[in-house]
């Protein structure tokens, strides 16, 4: 298989980690017999510098003539002050928009060499395996209007919370499919006490929920559920919100299972998938190859599942992780007090030999 695959380091510590997961996805097809073609863009502060726009034309079109889109991390305290269309988030936004990405799939996983990183009671993280089911390109980010007006020292600001039922309905029938692939429970996550988008959300959540009789649904206000997460995330299975519930509960799950840097994320839903890690660009850490790519490779490994439909690529590289775990390797952000670490490149170099021998061996034995 042919896989055509634009990639976006950005900003921060973006380049390192895209840069190994590329080390990896290198291991994959070589190892596996596919061919890569890559494409390298700019998008974010980089962007800016370069071109004075956060998602320059030739960057959409790149990505857009891809199957695949992996992202490192956009954001620059350098550009805090600009207007809202050129600061580096400003160009992340519409690119979920120009792939039509509308289901953001975030996974949160406490793999068993790590249990002892979450903060959270050992008995209680062990276990926790989540999938996060965020909307993507509606509510208060996209709502119109949205300005702040008025003189200063009087202004004011609106924001718009913003959904219609295709909205709710498309990325509700994500979720329940998904669940169909794990242990089959979905967990919608509103504010319907308060909120007449919520209310919304839930009924036609509940409408579409009939449709998928095997998937146990339960519904639970965004506050309950962020207490939930930290005193049983064992417990759940996929969680279904908006977006900016799902954005803050994602962190959340971010650091129940020890690092933002662990966790890898897809949006998909349009003709390109868009893969990143959840983490930010980072800038006080950019640079001194200390960063934890593990968010980046993961990613590698959803693309594979999701885009090419390359399950036991996708397994290859998700077991070099926990094989990578397992045996010791830790960045800083993952070791105890005076535990020894590792940089980035050797992180990432682990993982792609794991994939090369495991490859090999796959090889060796169809042969």
Same mark, same amino acid.
């Given at each position: 298989m042919e896989l055509r695959v634009t990639c976006l380091p950005g900003d921060g510590i973006g380049p390192e980690v895209t840069s190994q997961a590329i080390c990896v996805l290198e291991e994959v097809v070589d190892g596996f017999g596919h061919d890569l073609e890559l494409d390298e863009k700019e998008i974010g502060g980089v962007a800016l510098e370069k071109f004075g726009n956060p998602l320059p034309d030739a960057t959409i079109q790149a990505?857009?003539?891809?199957? =695949? +889109?992996?992202? *490192?991390? +956009? *954001?620059?305290?350098?550009?805090?002050?600009?207007?809202?269309?050129?600061?580096?988030?400003? *160009?992340?936004?519409?690119? @979920?928009?120009?792939? *039509? =990405?509308? =289901?953001?799939?975030?996974? =949160? +996983? +406490?793999?068993?060499?790590?249990?002892?990183?979450?903060?959270? @009671?050992?008995?209680?993280a062990k276990g926790t395996d989540i999938l996060i089911v965020r909307e993507l390109l509606g509510g208060l980010y996209f709502g119109q209007p949205r300005s702040i007006e008025g003189a200063p020292g009087a202004r004011e600001a609106i924001n718009t919370m913003r959904y219609g039922e295709p909205e709710i309905e498309r990325i509700a029938r994500v979720a329940f499919q998904l669940a169909r692939t794990r242990r089959r429970k979905v967990l919608s996550v509103d504010k319907a006490n308060v909120l007449e988008c919520s209310r919304l959300w839930r009924e036609v959540v509940t409408r579409v929920g009939r449709d998928f009789s095997d998937v146990q649904l339960s519904h639970m206000y965004v506050d309950s559920a962020a207490m939930s997460l930290v005193l049983k995330p064992a417990e759940f299975d996929v969680i279904l919100t908006e977006n900016m519930f799902g954005d803050i509960l994602s962190d959340e799950a971010g650091g129940i299972v020890g690092s933002l840097g662990l966790l890898a994320s897809a949006s998909v839903g349009g003709p390109v998938g868009l893969y990143e890690p959840v983490h930010g660009s980072a800038p006080d850490i950019a640079g001194k190859n200390i960063a934890n790519p593990l968010g980046a490779i993961l990613s590698v490994a959803m693309m594979l599942r999701h885009t090419f439909q390359l399950a036991k690529e996708a397994e290859c590289v998700e077991a070099g992780v926990i094989s990578t775990l397992k045996g010791g390797f830790r960045t800083r952000d993952l070791a105890r007090p005076g535990a020894r670490t590792v940089s980035t490149e050797e992180m990432g170099a682990q993982i792609a030999e794991f994939v090369r021998l495991a490859a090999n061996a796959t090889g060796q034995a169809a042969s």
């Open positions: 990505c857009l003539n891809s199957r =695949a +889109v992996l992202l *490192g991390a +956009v *954001g620059s305290p350098a550009f805090d002050h600009n207007p809202r269309e050129l600061r580096p988030e400003a *160009g992340l936004l519409r690119l @979920r928009q120009e792939l *039509g =990405a509308f =289901a953001n799939l975030r996974p =949160a +996983v +406490v793999y068993p060499a790590l249990a002892g990183c979450s903060p959270l @009671r050992e008995e209680i």
